[in-house]
């Protein structure tokens, strides 16, 4: 049943962290079409946030990713009894709470009193952060859903290796 949880758990962790970065990315880039028509520069914390979620969002989605792929890992160590389904939990958690404070930090970012600069231009990298999420959501649902079929086959086929030549005796083991 834990391993049920924090299977569930990483897999929200996950949804959480894609969620509040689609956000951000898409006020971000509302913030740079309305720079479009001023001649006024942005403030340098939300032309700071805006490298770290527009120009360079992709990286952001990739860790999340990775992040969940972790979490999905140390549920299988905890499975086999290796580590300490806790820290699962933890690592879920901790995914969950800095997606949040990103956010935080988009929404102050985006309502410091600023005007605009009238120049809608996107880098490289921020047309490449256009199209990531959509892709790194399917790979995280594809890889989450393999993870919990993969858990559950396993689970299966343990439970039909039927009695052993040692279950009544006893042995040292």
């Not at 009894?81 to 990103?102: C, E, F, N, P, Y």
């Not at 649902?141 to 005796?169: C, E, N, Q």
């Amino acid at each position: 049943m834990d391993v049920g949880l924090a299977i569930a758990l990483a897999g929200l962790a996950f949804v959480v962290w894609a969620l509040v970065a689609g956000a951000s990315r898409l006020m971000m880039q509302n913030i740079i079409l309305a720079a479009a028509g001023s001649t006024e520069a942005l403030p340098a914390v939300t032309r700071n946030v805006r490298l770290f979620f527009v120009d360079t969002g992709f990286v952001i989605d990739l860790v999340g990713l990775g992040w969940m792929a972790v979490s999905l890992v140390l549920i299988f160590f905890a499975s086999s009894q290796k580590v300490s389904i806790s820290w699962a939990w933890l690592s879920a958690t901790l995914q969950s709470m800095v997606a949040a404070l990103g956010g935080a930090l988009v929404s102050c970012a985006i309502y410091v009193p600023h005007s605009t600069t009238g120049q809608a231009n996107y880098t490289v990298m921020g047309k490449i952060s256009l199209i990531s999420l959509p892709l790194v959501i399917v790979i995280a649902v594809v890889i989450w859903g393999l993870f919990v079929y993969w858990m559950l086959k396993r689970r299966a086929s343990s439970r039909h290796l039927g009695p052993s030549m040692t279950d009544g005796l006893r042995t040292n083991r």
